[in-house]
């Protein structure tokens, strides 16, 4: 992989619609994509900015069905056999102001390999860890940077020794998303619950086909999890939404570092929090967790104005 690589950038261009950010803003459950523009029945206007984190509904793979992997994954950086099984790693977001992404610029995306290495994880087991920038520009130059990892695991071996039961889905009802009172630093925490329905819509508005997100059989019989796994993409952007909601204030976000730890999956209910109180501006960063129960399932930092 590295060689067949090495030194390339990958180039595209699309305009920004609004329509796409619409559909992406009521599948967050947030019918006001910004205060006061509400976008419930029509999409946003040329010129609007993309919230911190939305661009990731833009250039979404290409290629015919033909061209995906038996999981239904885009194959252009993935690792070689036996090391099938993917997972969003984590990354780092940085925004490039006074440049802006918005409603109905053209922008380019230049795409690289970073890197691509034989791991361990801590429980030993080998893995493979793939690392792409990109770069994001528009019509006033360079606007973000977009750095993303990927972990591949081994195939599993003639299924599970112990399959695990299917979750009955068909109580969930919808998503659901809620602010809960004040916990550590002051900040309320916000408790998350996807249903297939939800996670069904973000892979369709990115164009996912990774199976693990939306077919139940394949989630448990294949990749080993109890049913549909949220998107980490989903939870990066649902941390962005968080900050500028609950913690960002006047500021404008400069960059977060993330991290995914566990998986989380269809039905589950779990919570997101502001770790420690730091005032916008003193540039200083915001601690955000993602957990179920006393298990941390991913984990950011963002820096601020």
């Known amino acids: 992989m590295r060689h067949t690589f090495r030194d390339r950038v990958i180039t595209r261009r699309q305009i920004l619609d609004g329509n796409q950010l619409q559909k992406l803003s009521?599948?967050?459950?947030?019918?006001?994509?910004?205060?006061?523009?509400?976008?419930?029945?029509?999409?946003?206007?040329?010129?609007?900015?993309?919230?911190?984190?939305?661009?990731?509904?833009?250039?979404?793979?290409?290629?015919?069905e033909r061209e995906l992997g038996p999981d239904g994954t885009d194959l252009t950086?993935?690792?070689?056999?036996?090391?099938?099984?993917?997972?969003?790693?984590?990354?780092?977001?940085?925004?490039?102001?006074?440049?802006?992404?918005?409603?109905?610029?053209?922008v380019e995306?230049?795409?690289?390999?970073?890197?691509?290495?034989?791991?361990?994880?801590?429980?030993?087991?080998?893995?493979?860890?793939?690392?792409?920038?990109?770069?994001?520009?528009?019509?006033?130059?360079?606007?973000?940077?977009?750095?993303?990892?990927?972990?591949?695991?081994?195939?599993?071996?003639?299924?599970?020794?112990?399959?695990?039961?299917?979750?009955?889905?068909?109580?969930?009802?919808?998503?659901?998303?809620?602010?809960?009172?004040?916990?550590?630093?002051?900040?309320?925490?916000?408790?998350?619950?996807?249903?297939?329905?939800?996670?069904?819509?973000?892979?369709?508005?990115?164009f996912n086909g990774h199976k693990i997100h939306y077919d139940g059989s394949w989630a448990r019989s294949v990749e080993g999890h109890p049913g549909p796994v949220v998107h980490g993409p989903l939870n990066l952007i649902n941390m962005l939404d968080y900050w500028r909601d609950v913690c960002g204030g006047p500021g404008a976000v400069n960059e977060i570092r993330y991290r995914a730890m566990a998986p989380l999956h269809t039905g589950d209910t779990y919570q997101m929090s502001a770790q420690k109180r730091v005032g916008p501006g003193d540039g200083k960063p915001f601690t955000i967790l993602v957990q179920k129960g006393n298990v941390v399932c991913m984990k950011s930092t963002i820096v601020a104005d």
């Open 77 to 106: 950086f993935n690792a070689p056999a036996p090391f099938t099984r993917r997972m969003w790693a984590g990354g780092r977001m940085l925004w490039k102001a006074p440049a802006q992404l918005r409603v109905g610029q053209q």
């Open 109 to 206: 995306e230049r795409t690289r390999l970073l890197a691509a290495a034989a791991k361990k994880r801590l429980d030993g087991e080998e893995m493979v860890l793939v690392e792409v920038e990109k770069e994001f520009w528009g019509p006033e130059g360079l606007a973000l940077v977009d750095e993303r990892s990927w972990a591949f695991l081994p195939a599993m071996v003639n299924g599970l020794a112990s399959p695990r039961p299917a979750l009955d889905t068909t109580v969930l009802g919808p998503s659901t998303v809620e602010d809960l009172d004040g916990g550590d630093g002051g900040y309320p925490s916000r408790q998350f619950r996807w249903s297939p329905v939800g996670l069904f819509r973000f892979s369709a508005l990115t």
């Open 26 to 64: 009521l599948t967050l459950g947030r019918p006001h994509l910004h205060p006061g523009l509400d976008v419930s029945e029509t999409p946003p206007p040329d010129g609007t900015p993309l919230p911190p984190g939305y661009h990731l509904v833009y250039f979404t793979p290409n290629g015919t």
